[in-house]
């Protein structure tokens, strides 16, 4: 087989110097796929995550990003009061909150 006969089998081999978008396809469809498969679901636990801190309120049961649970007993602007134990209170940043817990966890 011949030079000239791979270059019409293939096209791209020939090495031309124009492209345009096609040099870029490859990287676009790249930022595409990555968009879809980490940055979108990672949005989407946010908002979830940023939703059930907004609902939380006195009385409700959380668990701490630390694996501590506890009791909101007062919601500031910017932090909670938890119950952890009986006359033991701690004040916990609102992005430290991990997760509600329902009664059916408890």
């Known amino acids: 087989m011949t030079i000239s006969e791979i270059s019409i089998l293939f096209p791209?081999?020939?090495?031309?110097?124009?492209?345009?978008?096609?040099?870029?396809?490859?990287?676009?469809?790249?930022f595409v796929g990555?968009?879809?498969?980490?940055?979108?679901?990672?949005?989407?636990?946010q908002k979830a995550h940023d939703k059930m801190l907004s609902e939380l309120q006195t009385?409700?049961?959380?668990?701490?990003?630390?694996?501590?649970y506890g009791t909101i007993t007062n919601?500031?602007?910017?932090?909670?009061?938890?119950r952890i134990a009986d006359n033991t209170k701690i004040e916990l940043g609102k992005g430290f909150v991990a997760n509600k817990v329902t009664p059916s966890e408890a």
């Open 75 to 82: 919601v500031k602007e910017d932090r909670f009061v938890v």
């Open 34 to 45: 990555m968009w879809f498969l980490i940055i979108a679901p990672q949005r989407k636990r």
């Open 59 to 68: 009385g409700d049961e959380i668990i701490t990003s630390g694996g501590v």
């Open 12 to 30: 791209l081999a020939q090495g031309t110097g124009g492209g345009g978008l096609g040099q870029f396809l490859p990287i676009i469809l790249l």
